[in-house]
Each structure stands twice: as C-alpha cells, then as structure tokens.
T-cell receptor, first 115, second 114 residues
Framework: EAGVAQSPRYKIIEKRQSVAFWCNPISGHATLYWYQQILGQGPKLLIQFQNNGVVDDSQLPKDRFSAERLKGVDSTLKIQPAKLEDSAVYLC?????????????FGSGTRLTVV | AQSVTQLDSQVPVFEEAPVELRCNYSSSVSVYLFWYVQYPNQGLQLLLKYLSGSTLVKGINGFEAEFNKSQTSFHLRKPSVHISDTAEYFCAVSVIQGAQKLVFGQGTRLTINP
C-alpha cells in the first residue's frame, strides 16, 4: 500500500512569513496526526483528527498554527507568522480509526528552517 | 497524562557488540508500548510494539524488547549491532482506552563504531 505522503520535503522561510504543509494519509485511515519534532527531541503531537473533526489540539499554538482536514482525507498545517523556534521537522501520521492495534504510519516529514 | 523517559541521550557501541536502550514510562492507565527508529532525513519506522501477551517482543532487524510492568520499563536490546543500526531510537506509549495517540520519549542516538 502507498505510504503517508508529505510535501514539501524542505522549506526555508524568513521569520514572520507564512508556510503551509500538506499531508495525504494512507487510504482508509480515518485518524490523522501532525507532530512537531525539534532537533534533538522526540516528536510532539500538535493535532489529531478523526475524519474531519479535531480530537486533540491541546498542544497546538493556536495564535499562529492552524490545521484543517476538510474532506476527511488530506490535511494542511499552516504557520502564520513563523518564528525562529518553529524550525523543526513536521511529521504527519495516520492510523486506522485511531487504534494502536492497527498501527501508526509516518510520512517522511517536512523540514522547516526559519531564518 | 502519559510520559516517557529515555535514560540515555547517546549510546556509542562497537560493531557486533550487544546494546540496550533504556525506556521508562509513567501512566495511570494501561498503555501500549512502541519502539520506533529514525534514520537520517527519514520518517519514523516501527521496530516493535507491545500490545498484550508475552512480555518479550521481537521486532525487525533483530531487535527485541521486554515489557516490565512492575518497573514500568520497556528496554530495547540487540545481541549484536551493525553499522547500519546507527540511527535515532524513540520509545513511545499509547493509552489503550479513549483517543489513542503516541507520546514519545526524547530519543536515544545509537552510534556504531567499527
């Protein structure tokens, strides 16, 4: 089966600019996650979707970050305006009905550098 | 809330030597446990997971891990490492009930020296 697709792979922007990342999960996976991985740290969950509804966005900095999954399939994560501390790899993952039993599949990530 | 502590940020070992990467977790409810590997500039790949049953879990690439409920640990082991095992390793937990999501540790960088 095709994996989780993410684009772009790399992005360099200046602080205060905006940026968007795209994720297409595995077909049929209802649950989609966005994680932020800062260099030298483990991934941190930003937001979890179940179909097109938000399950958990408690760690999403809502003053600058937004995410949507309008048709319950692919998703977009946006940062506006970006700060230097947003430099990180943004990982998208999907799972079947949010179940650990079905496993989680990760994309290759988008590496964001804010200068 | 759940948390994961990986006790070593870096582990250097010689090729063909055994290795153990340590992981402890904290949770007030039952959890599933996972180990993921991340090679440079790549996403996360599942090594193994503990869901139930035997506490000794075997995964890919010759890795295994043992779940110890009394010590709340899930240490990862390999009897003989190869250069290709050089990577970042992450331990993670997920609650069994409710909205399931992965909570990760800080990671352990495994460096294999020839």
């Amino acid at each position: 089966e095709a994996g989780v697709a993410q684009s772009p792979r790399y992005k360099i922007i200046e602080k205060r600019q905006s940026v968007a990342f795209w994720c297409n999960p595995i077909s049929g996976h209802a649950t989609l996650y966005w994680y932020q991985q800062i260099l030298g740290q483990g991934p941190k969950l930003l937001i979890q979707f179940q179909n097109n509804g938000v399950v958990d966005d408690s760690q999403l900095p809502k003053d600058r970050f937004s995410a949507e999954r309008l048709k319950g399939v692919d998703s977009t994560l946006k940062i506006q305006p970006a700060k230097l501390e947003d430099s990180a790899v943004y990982l998208c993952a999907s799972s079947l009905e949010g179940s650990a039993l079905g496993g989680y599949t990760f994309g290759s990530g988008t590496r964001l550098t804010v200068v | 809330a759940q948390s994961v502590t990986q006790l070593d940020s870096q582990v250097p070992v010689f090729e063909e030597a055994p290795v153990e990467l340590r992981c402890n977790y904290s949770s007030s409810v039952s959890v599933y446990l996972f180990w993921y590997v991340q090679y440079p500039n790549q996403g996360l790949q599942l090594l193994l997971k503990y869901l139930s049953g035997s506490t000794l879990v075997k995964g890919i690439n010759g890795f295994e891990a043992e779940f110890n409920k009394s010590q709340t640990s899930f240490h990862l082991r390999k009897p003989s490492v190869h250069i290709s095992d050089t990577a970042e390793y992450f331990c993670a937990v997920s609650v069994i009930q409710g909205a399931q999501k992965l909570v990760f540790g800080q990671g352990t960088r495994l460096t294999i020296n020839p």
